[in-house]
């Protein structure tokens, strides 16, 4: 059995396209924190989970002197930081499809009990986006 990573951080983002600023802000935060050496969790919820796909175009683009939100995704797959969908999220709100859902080994499902958990521990900082 393997033991869970320990983090330092969560980082849920919460925004898509329509505030692709807010949410690349949030990107960028998560990938100085793993750079830095700081184990992060990131947490696609509520509109966050279209991040997941390749087929948001809006993923592409670069806001406000920020990279884009894929580029960020890059760094944070390259650097084998924990991105998690929300399961409730990702299947209830239809922003994605099975279909959409690129690799679910590179992106799996939590659940928000988990979430809250993590949360409510003194070691582990939460920020949402």
């Known amino acids: ?7 330092e951080l969560q980082v849920m983002i ?8 807010h ?7 998560a990938v100085s924190a793993v750079i830095s050496d700081i184990s992060v969790k990131v ?4 509109n966050g989970v279209v991040w997941s796909t390749d087929k948001e175009q809006a993923a592409y683009k670069k806001v406000n002197g920020l990279d884009s939100v894929r580029e960020y995704m890059n760094i944070l797959i390259e650097r084998d930081t924990d991105i998690y969908l929300c399961s409730t999220c990702a299947k209830g709100c239809n922003l994605i499809t099975h279909a959409d859902h690129d ?5 799996p499902y939590i659940g928000l009990t988990e979430v809250a958990i993590c949360a409510s521990r003194d070691s582990i900082q939460t920020i949402v986006f």
């Open 1 to 7: 059995m393997t033991e869970k990573k320990k983090h």
């Open 14 to 21: 919460t925004r898509g396209p329509e505030d692709i600023s």
């Open 23 to 29: 949410a690349a802000l949030g990107f960028a935060f």
């Open 43 to 46: 947490i696609l919820v509520l």
């Open 103 to 107: 690799d679910s080994s590179k992106f």
